[in-house]
């Protein structure tokens, strides 16, 4: 009998460690302002609740592909004008409400709404009416034929959200996605678990925590602890060598669709001087902020637009470091003595790279006065406010040139002819003309030199060797744990 006993405590005693782990610790640099992704510009929103807990009718796949999410399949009238959603049956919010074509409906309705506050109004500007059909059918009109509709819905702005909770995303979000949302820490945590009522499969995680941590050496410090599984965007990549030398972890290191960018405040004085924008940007060595900033890790630039992108052209030497042509274009303008104010965020990549930018600008005579803003703080005073020089920053949305066509958009270019090229690319499907006007637009912004491009930001991750299904690539701004799991 005693051996017996002895034998159940041995059994019992080994059994957690049998166990397999379901939870999980991320880390990210930033905070997000609030949760709700149809109601703010940061990507910190998205990387939390993207596919997680919000979703849309579309997603992007981890390879970049726009797949049917909460609507299983469409199909498209003749003209091009009416896309009809199937939707798919017995589909619940996190409070139990159920998802239905109305929710789509007042989703689309909402975020094209005069007064709306979504960051990216513009995917909705084609959408005239929005109808619904029947419970599991709504049918979306069109004022031009856009073949790129499953892609504008597929982002984060466009998840479908209820009447009943839109109001309070910001801080309690409620959506249909694999986990629901727990509690928010303000200043370190954000924690979720697994949604027990999800339609589609199950996440692997029981459990999940979003720890905010913006120091380089506390990430280091973190990661080695074990206090964090994993760092998709590791904000400390002079360390990486130290990582891949240890058995414990894993390096990921991938793309992302952030063009980094210094970018100019296209109205304000001298900066809507096209040879004052070119002596900037022809003062700019991309390779030594590359290296100085981001340790070696990213790919030179000289327009926005991903040079994974099978449409990008090159023209990096069209903005080529010639620190004599800088002088001589300030010459030319007219503009001696010049000092601008430099906002940099507090991303790495800003705060190291504005530094050595602000260098290269004093060597051919422009002085820089560098002012370190937090997050909530940029987006007030840079982005909503325009109130601002010049500013580095990386735009992490998919395939965005076209914000170069807004006329409220941070750096004030709106281009009457660039507009037309956008406007031509929305009601283009053919393939081969889509691409020509993707390099075209590609061509003129870097010919007026509205921003100077720096590189393509890499996805340089961290995790625990045992951890497998994070992303390698970052086709959206997101921490999609859908697919994760701990191997041991």
């Known amino acids: 009998m005693t051996a017996r006993l002895l034998l159940a405590a041995l059994v019992l005693a080994a059994t957690p460690a049998l166990a397999a782990r379901d939870t999980i610790t991320v880390g990210m640099v930033l905070e997000p302002p609030n949760l709700d992704p149809t109601a703010g510009a940061a990507a910190a929103i998205d990387e939390v609740v993207y596919a997680n807990i919000f979703e849309g009718l579309t997603r992007f796949a981890p390879d970049g592909s726009i797949v049917p999410w909460l609507a299983k399949e469409w199909e498209t009238s003749e003209d091009g004008l009416t896309w009809t959603f199937r939707l798919h049956e017995g589909v619940t919010f996190h409070d139990g409400t159920t998802f239905d074509a109305d929710d789509v409906k007042f989703s689309l309705d909402r975020a094209r709404a005069e007064d709306s506050a979504n960051a990216q109004k513009q995917l909705f500007a084609g959408i005239?009416?929005?109808?619904v059909i029947d419970p599991l059918t709504v049918q979306i009109r069109l004022s031009v034929p856009n073949g790129n509709l499953p892609f504008n819905l597929a982002w984060g702005d466009a998840v479908i959200v209820a009447p009943e909770s839109a109001a309070t995303n910001a801080t309690k979000p409620i959506g249909t996605g694999p986990f629901t949302f727990v509690n928010w820490v303000q200043g370190d945590r954000v924690e979720i678990a697994r949604n027990p009522d999800y339609w589609g499969e199950a996440p692997a995680l029981a459990s999940a925590t979003f720890r905010f941590i913006?120091?380089?050496?506390?990430?280091?410090?973190a990661m080695m602890a074990g206090d964090v599984d994993?760092?998709?965007?590791?904000?400390?990549?002079?360390?990486?060598?130290?990582f891949e030398a240890d058995p414990r972890f894993r390096v990921i290191v991938g793309s992302t669709e952030g063009e980094t960018i210094l970018a100019m405040n296209n109205k304000r004085p001298p900066l809507d001087n096209v040879k004052v924008r070119a002596a900037i940007a022809h003062a700019i060595n991309r390779q030594e902020i590359i290296d100085g900033a981001m340790f070696g890790y990213g790919t030179p630039i000289g327009t926005h637009f991903a040079p994974h992108n099978p449409?990008?052209?090159?023209?990096?030497?069209?903005?080529?470091y010639d620190p004599e042509k800088s002088k001589a274009l300030l010459a030319e303008a007219g503009v001696s003595g010049l000092k601008l104010r430099l906002a940099l965020p507090p991303p790495p990549y800003a705060r190291r790279g504005g530094e050595i930018i602000a260098a290269q600008l004093r060597a051919v005579g422009i002085e820089t006065e560098i002012t370190n803003l937090e997050w909530a703080q940029w987006l007030e005073q840079v982005f909503k406010g325009h109130d601002f020089d010049l500013t580095i920053v990386s735009h992490t949305e998919p395939a965005d040139i076209n914000i170069y066509a807004r006329e409220d958009y941070y750096f004030q270019y709106a281009d009457p002819e660039f507009q037309e090229i956008m406007a031509e690319l929305d009601v283009t499907s053919d393939p081969a003309e889509r691409s020509a006007l993707l390099k075209q637009a590609q061509k003129k912004i870097a010919d007026d030199y509205v921003n100077a491009y720096l590189f393509q930001?890499?996805?340089?991750?961290?995790?625990?060797?045992?951890?497998?299904?994070?992303?390698?690539?970052?086709?959206?701004?997101a921490n999609d744990l859908t697919a994760v799991r701990w191997t041991e």
């Open 128 to 131: 005239t009416e929005v109808t």
């Open 214 to 221: 913006s120091d380089p050496n506390a990430a280091f410090a």
């Open 230 to 242: 994993a760092f998709p965007n590791f904000p400390a990549p002079e360390t990486l060598a130290q």
């Open 311 to 320: 449409d990008y052209i090159d023209l990096t030497a069209q903005s080529a």
């Open 457 to 477: 930001l890499a996805k340089t991750g961290v995790a625990n060797a045992k951890i497998e299904g994070l992303w390698e690539n970052s086709p959206t701004q």
